[in-house]
């Protein structure tokens, strides 16, 4: 088969940080090759070389396309040669239409005069290529991600690519998403296009994956082939994190205590559409000790009941109580959440939890500046010895704690997104897609952080959309579609079939009286 990329001896120097150290990758025309590391292993910085982003001459090493030498000098010459990446965070505009997204800075012209008719035409042909059926002037926004992430695609195959990269395509898609993109790139592939893939959903890469490139530390540690039976689970955690690692939920002897955190009768208006309750008559509890999981659909209200109790962040006419520690206690603000022991730990790390352009130092203190001041005063020394001890503790890897957020891997960011919260001292800890977007590795340190604080005889709440990490880690999980909880199940009992068949009887349920609604 023949070699289409092939990058040699690539190495990226930033300040004080070897980044790349002599890094070697193939890809072969016409396959899905995936590139599996921990956060920070050089994974994103590769596909910056790749694309030009980090120009010809600011990094050693050689890169062949297509059978010559390629020295890009930005994004514009990497695409010219049909190389296009799709980015974890997806780069549409909300507010445009689905064609004026795939154009955008492509435009069809004609005189400096967009050709609409050209434009719908050829945006119908690719959405028909990407399994699409919307109109293509509907807007952007109006779409749920998994199909903005099909529009990437579509805008992608409209620059004529041959090679299409994509950076953890499936992280914030629900279960059906993702099998329908990974569907796509195998149709793909099969008329031609050449795919690398970015993740850390080690069962997707197993099954679409022809080949798989495993880097650690910066450099490149193997390649294995599926056709030659050398892909497995174990053995891409094994080259990722240099061990084995057996369990990938670590131990813990679970000893709930008392009730310390109870919901009762929580409803919820949607902001925009106040016709009906979005949450309905939520009902839960939490104790000392213990980790509850909350499973469900995206879109059943996860996120949504979380926030809305969180300092009623979320929704409007907001009704219900929450009692922490025995006594109900006023959660109508964030700051008065915080005070009253409850945290919430965000899914979008970098739009709602951090301020990525502040150092490590300043985004762990944010959330509790009393606790690094005096009298009213920032005591910058006292700041320092916090973020510090929270650097060390949750194994932040970075050489101080004045780099700037926005340059750590989304590992270490999550790890200062939580340090910010644990340092508010919360007795009840909501979770919410905590290991979403990163690696095995440092995947199991959260894991044994919530192990960690559900010992102290704290209450941990998860929420997930990956089954077998909430089977994996919860004393107890609650089970939410519609807008409600529709079960509980124990550790003992729970499953992903029992999940699931919860879930979909709720939905059976709920068509079943808006048909008999609609009918009078």
Not at 162 to 174: G, H
Not at 403 to 430: A, D, R, W, Y
Not at 460 to 479: A, F, K, W
Request: proline share 3%.
């Amino acid at each position: 088969m023949t070699v289409l990329l092939e990058m040699q001896g690539i190495s990226k120097t930033f300040p004080g940080v070897r980044a790349l150290d002599n890094v070697t990758i193939q890809v072969r025309e016409g396959e899905i090759h995936a590139i599996c590391g921990e956060n920070g292993a050089g994974k994103s910085t590769l596909m910056k070389v790749l694309s030009g982003v980090y120009p010809h001459g600011s990094y050693d090493g050689v890169i062949r396309f297509a059978g010559s030498e390629a020295r890009f000098r930005g994004i514009h010459d990497s695409e010219a040669a049909g190389i296009v990446i799709i980015h974890q965070e997806l780069a549409l505009v909300p507010l445009l239409s689905i064609a004026e997204n795939i154009f955008l800075g492509n435009e069809r012209a004609a005189a400096g005069v967009i050709d609409w008719r050209t434009t719908y035409r050829r945006t119908s042909e690719l959405l028909a290529k990407v399994g699409l059926r919307e109109a293509p002037t509907t807007p952007v926004g109006d779409l749920g991600v998994g199909k903005q992430q099909l529009v990437e695609i579509a805008k992608a195959l409209s620059k004529n690519v041959r090679l299409l990269i994509l950076d953890e395509p499936t992280a914030a898609l629900q279960e059906t998403d993702s099998q329908k993109l990974l569907d796509l790139l195998l149709e793909l592939k099969a008329q031609g296009v050449t795919s690398i893939i970015i993740s850390h959903k080690l069962n997707e890469v197993r099954r679409v994956a022809d080949r798989v490139t495993v880097i650690r530390d910066g450099a490149t540690v193997s390649m294995l082939d599926a056709h030659a039976g050398e892909i497995s689970e174990d053995r891409i955690v094994r080259d990722m994190v240099g061990r084995d690692m057996a369990h990938r939920y670590p131990d813990r002897v679970r000893r709930p205590g008392e009730v310390l955190m109870e919901v009762k009768g929580w409803k919820a208006k949607h902001p925009e559409h106040m016709d009906r309750d979005f949450l309905r008559d939520i009902g839960f509890n939490v104790r000392k000790g213990e980790i509850v999981g909350v499973a469900g659909l995206m879109g059943s209200g996860r996120t949504e009941l979380a926030m809305s109790i969180f300092g009623r962040s979320w929704g409007r006419d907001i009704r219900g109580r929450v009692a922490i520690g025995g006594r109900e206690v006023d959660v109508s603000t964030v700051p008065k959440a915080l005070r009253s022991g409850l945290a919430y730990v965000t899914e979008d790390r970098k739009a709602l939890g951090l301020i990525l352009e502040e150092p490590i130092v300043r985004n762990v203190s944010l959330a509790n500046l009393p606790g690094v001041s005096r009298g009213g005063v920032l005591d910058e020394a006292r700041e320092q010895a916090v973020a510090t001890r929270y650097r060390a503790a949750m194994n932040i890897r970075t050489p101080n704690v004045f780099q700037k957020v926005m340059n750590l891997s989304g590992g270490n960011q999550q790890k200062v997104l939580l340090s910010k919260l644990l340092f508010t001292e919360p007795q009840v800890l909501i979770l919410d897609e905590p290991t979403r977007g990163i690696d095995v590795g440092a995947k199991f340190e959260i894991y044994g952080l919530m192990n960690r604080l559900a010992d102290e005889g704290r209450g941990v709440v998860m929420i997930s959309s990956e089954m077998p990490e909430l089977l994996g880690m919860c004393d107890r999980i609650y089970v939410m579609a519609e807008g409600a909880f529709v079960g509980e199940l124990t550790a003992a009992e729970a499953s992903q079939e029992k999940i699931m068949s919860l879930i979909v009887r709720e939905h059976e349920k709920q068509e079943q009286v808006e048909m008999e609604a609609a009918h009078g």
